[in-house]
């Protein structure tokens, strides 16, 4: 799960695995497996990272390890 913020500045958590897409219009435009499409005010990259921070969490995607 992900925080986000609406436009309005309304705070909501998202389930990320529902995650299809994310653009950029310039708003943020999410679009979900449902079909639903949200706009958040954070930037795609924003999602993006907080998407893989929680695919990380539960172990799904390996975290980046240093080469030296």
Not at 39 to 63: C, G, T
């Amino acid at each position: 799960m992900i925080k986000l913020t609406r436009l309005d500045k309304e705070r909501f958590i998202l389930n990320a695995d529902l995650i299809q897409y994310v653009e950029a219009r310039p708003d943020t435009y999410v679009t979900l497996t449902t079909g639903e499409r949200l706009v958040v005010a954070e930037s795609m990259d924003e999602v993006l990272r907080r998407a893989i921070a929680y695919q990380q969490a539960k172990h799904l995607v390996p975290e980046m390890t240093k080469r030296e």
